[in-house]
C-alpha cells in the first residue's frame, strides 16, 4: 500500500516525500478504506492529498468530494486535473449538455472519473442518489470526502440545512468509508461532526493549527483621520514588493481583504483602485459567471480580491497569495 502511494505520489504529484507524518497517515488511512477518518490540519498544510492521491492510485472507482462554496470546489477541480486526475462536478451551475455528459459517464460500467465533486445540496437529489446507487452496484463507489467539515457545525444549523442530511448518505453506504477533513475544529467540534456525519470507528488525525508566518494587526480606523485607504493601500503595496509593478501578474503576487458587508466591498475596492491597485469586489450576490471571472482574473495575479466576511470559512489555494 505505502509503495503504491509513495510511487503516485512521486510521478503524478512529482513530490519526493509527504509534508508531515500525519499527512502521510491520513493518506493512508483514506487508501486503506478500512476505517472512516477525521483529519483537522491548518490550512496550506496539504489537506486536499489526503484525498486526491488516494483517488490517483485507485485502479478504478469513484471519489465523491463535498465541499461547500462553487469558487472553493472550481479551484480544487484545476488543482486536481493539473495532476490530470479525471475530475467533475455536478452542481447548479451545470448547463443541461455538461449534466447529461457527466452523468452519462457516471452511470456507464466503466467510467473515466474518478473525482467527484458535488455541493451539499446536491447529495440529497434524486439523481445524485440514482448515480450512487448504480456506482455502488458496480463496487465502484470507493469513498465520500467531506472538505471544510466545519461548515457542519457553523452553517449547518442556519442557511445550509442539507449539511445535517449528510448522515443520512452515510447510513445508506455503511460499507463506503467516509473522510472528514478541516482545518478549524476543536476536540469538541470534532465530536459533533463526527456524531453529524454517523461516523464508525473513527481514525483520528490531527495537527497544530499554529502557523508562525502568519501575525496580527490591529489598527481602529478612528484614528486613521479619514486615511484608512492610505494605510491599507501602503500595507499592500509593502506586502507585494518594491518592484511589484514590474514582475509579470502571475508573479508579483495577490491577496485578499476581507469585509463585512457587500456594499463595504465595492467601497474598499474603488478606494484601493485610486492607488492603482486593480482590485474588485466578490460576494455571494454576484451572478456566477462574474464570480469566475473576478476569481479567473485573482488566480492569475491580475488584481487584489475584496471579499464579503461570509467567504471566510473556506476559501481558494493559491500559492503566491500573500
Not at 3 to 21: D, G, I, P
Not at 27 to 45: C, H, L, N, W
Not at 174 to 196: G, M, N
Not at 202 to 226: A, P, Q
Request: proline share 4%; aromatic share 10%.
Amino acid at each position: 500500500m505505502s509503495a503504491r502511494l509513495e510511487e503516485v505520489l512521486q510521478k503524478t504529484f512529482s513530490y519526493n516525500e509527504f509534508r508531515c507524518s500525519e499527512q502521510r497517515r491520513a493518506a493512508q488511512e483514506i487508501y486503506r478504506g478500512k476505517r472512516d477518518v477525521f483529519v483537522s490540519m491548518p490550512t496550506g498544510a496539504g489537506k486536499s492529498l489526503c484525498f486526491q492521491l488516494p483517488c490517483a492510485a485507485d485502479e478504478n472507482g469513484i471519489t465523491v468530494v463535498i465541499t461547500p462554496l462553487l469558487a472553493l470546489m472550481e479551484n480544487q477541480i484545476i488543482h486536481a486535473r493539473s495532476f490530470k486526475i479525471p475530475t467533475e462536478r455536478i452542481d447548479s451551475t451545470l448547463n443541461s449538455a455538461d449534466r447529461k455528459r457527466i452523468r452519462g459517464d457516471l452511470m456507464s460500467l466503466s467510467p473515466k472519473t474518478k473525482l467527484l465533486y458535488v455541493t451539499p445540496e446536491q447529495v440529497a437529489t434524486a439523481n445524485f442518489l440514482e448515480i450512487c446507487r448504480a456506482l455502488d452496484r458496480l463496487q465502484l463507489l470507493r469513498r465520500f470526502v467531506v472538505d471544510e467539515a466545519h461548515c457542519i457545525l457553523e452553517w449547518g444549523h442556519d442557511f445550509r440545512p442539507d449539511y445535517l442530511k449528510l448522515g443520512k448518505a452515510r447510513a445508506e453506504y455503511p460499507h463506503v468509508p467516509w473522510a472528514a477533513l478541516t482545518a478549524t475544529a476543536s476536540e469538541k467540534d470534532e465530536k459533533e461532526i463526527i456524531a453529524s456525519l454517523k461516523l464508525q470507528n473513527v481514525v483520528s488525525i490531527r495537527t497544530s493549527s499554529f502557523r508562525d508566518n502568519l501575525f496580527y494587526d490591529v489598527y481602529f480606523k478612528e484614528s486613521m483621520h479619514g486615511q484608512e485607504f492610505d494605510h491599507l493601500a501602503n500595507f499592500i503595496i509593502d506586502a507585494l514588493g518594491p518592484n511589484w509593478e514590474d514582475e509579470e501578474p502571475k508573479m508579483r503576487g495577490c491577496g485578499i481583504v476581507y469585509c463585512r458587508t457587500r456594499q463595504d466591498c465595492y467601497d474598499v475596492a474603488t478606494g484601493l483602485q485610486k492607488f492603482g491597485l486593480s482590485s474588485t469586489a466578490y460576494h455571494a450576490g454576484m451572478r456566477p459567471a462574474e464570480r469566475t471571472e473576478v476569481q479567473d482574473d485573482w488566480m492569475n495575479g491580475w488584481l487584489i480580491n475584496v471579499k464579503n466576511w461570509a467567504s471566510l470559512k473556506a476559501n481558494v489555494w493559491l500559492q503566491n497569495s500573500k
